[in-house]
């Protein structure tokens, strides 16, 4: 498996601009969780889905951004309209959730500059 | 509820030296605690991870740490440093009975001198 993939790896754009960042799950995990990590705020959690379902959206910071997973294996992130502050890498992670310990595979992030 | 604290935010060592990152947690449940590394520009990597088996964990690079009830701690060493161990570390805790969402420590910055 080539595990969590995320694209763009880097993305600039200007303030006011839609960002789509991309996330493909590893093959059979059935959890996916969206973090944002800045040198002020450290990792943080925007969003956790169980089988395609939102079940934590308390960490995304306001209605400018949203995220779906359309089918089991892929998800996004839309920020709209983007600002300054956005800037971060976000990163996903999946895992399979179950009895035991879950373990998450953390994708490489998408480091977005918002000018 | 579930908690972790990492009581430094940064270490320093010096290569060939022991390593200890500390963390502490609070949880309701019985824990699952995992131990991730970032290394710079890098996703986080599982280093290792205990789940109710045995309380003393190896994991890869040399890393071990023990879980200590008692105590609720569950602190990361490594018997000698390298200079490619120098990266941010995270303590993880999960609670078996509660939702699967893991709660991150804010991290340790390891920095190894030569």
């Known amino acids: 498996d080539a595990g969590v993939i995320q694209s763009p790896r880097h993305e600039v754009t200007e303030m006011g601009q839609e960002v789509t960042l991309r996330c493909k799950l590893i093959?059979?995990?059935?959890?996916l969780f969206w973090y944002r990590q800045t040198m002020m705020r450290g990792l943080e959690l925007l969003i956790y889905?169980?089988?395609?379902?939102?079940?934590?959206d308390s960490g995304m910071p306001e209605d400018r951004f949203s995220a779906k997973m359309p089918n089991a294996s892929f998800s996004t992130l839309k920020i709209q309209p983007s600002e300054p502050r956005d800037s971060a890498v976000y990163f996903c992670?999946?895992?399979?959730?179950?009895?035991?310990?879950?373990?998450?595979?953390f994708g490489a992030g998408s480091r977005l500059t918002v000018l | 509820a579930q908690s972790v604290t990492q009581l430094d935010s940064h270490v320093s060592v010096s290569e060939g030296t022991p390593v200890l990152l500390r963390c502490n947690y609070s949880?309701?449940?019985?824990?699952?605690l995992f131990w991730y590394v970032q290394h710079p520009n890098k996703g986080l990597q599982l280093l290792l991870k205990?789940?109710?088996?045995?309380?003393l964990v190896k994991g890869i690079n040399g890393f071990e740490a023990e879980f200590k009830k008692s105590e609720t701690s569950f602190h990361l060493t490594k018997p000698s440093a390298h200079m490619s161990d120098a990266a941010e570390y995270f303590c993880?805790?999960?609670?078996?009975?509660?939702?699967?969402?893991?709660?991150f420590g804010r991290g340790t910055s390891l920095i190894v001198h030569p």
């Open positions: 992670a999946s895992s399979l959730e179950g009895p035991g310990a879950n373990v998450l595979t």
């Open positions: 093959s059979g995990h059935n959890s």
């Open positions: 889905f169980n089988n395609n379902v939102p079940i934590d």
């Open positions: 949880s309701s449940y019985s824990p699952s």
């Open positions: 205990y789940t109710s088996a045995a309380t």
């Open positions: 993880v805790v999960s609670d078996s009975g509660g939702s699967y969402i893991p709660t």
